[in-house]
């Protein structure tokens, strides 16, 4: 064992070694991999995700703005039959910007 920085002691042995160049490899691979998606979602303002190696989750922060309709509980239809709701408009879905107008 040879003693590295502050005394503490680095095994430099070929399980070690092979492990590093495998894990360095790998993170090579995924810069490669995700390097032009995660351009193009950092350009739009997007949440990624890292959770592991060679997986990448892109979320628009966006979609924390929406909320259910309150009205049509998300189903995006009023009291008669085939019509919209009046509050979302049929879509099921307010944003939390812009608040709704009441007919």
């Not at 002691?9 to 790998?26: D, E, Y």
């Not at 351009?39 to 628009?60: E, K, P, S």
């Amino acid at each position: 064992m040879r003693q590295g920085i502050h005394g503490i002691g680095v095994r430099l042995g070929r399980q070690a070694t092979v492990r590093s160049l495998l894990i360095v490899s790998l993170r090579t691979l995924d810069g490669k991999v995700f390097g032009e998606p995660d351009a193009f979602a950092w350009v739009q303002g997007w949440q990624i995700g890292r959770g592991r190696l060679l997986r990448r989750t892109y979320r628009d922060a966006r979609f924390a703005l929406l909320l259910e309709c309150g009205l049509c509980h998300g189903e995006g239809t009023g009291g008669g039959a085939g019509t919209g709701c009046s509050l979302c408009d049929g879509t099921g879905r307010l944003d939390r910007l812009r608040p709704a107008e009441r007919p």
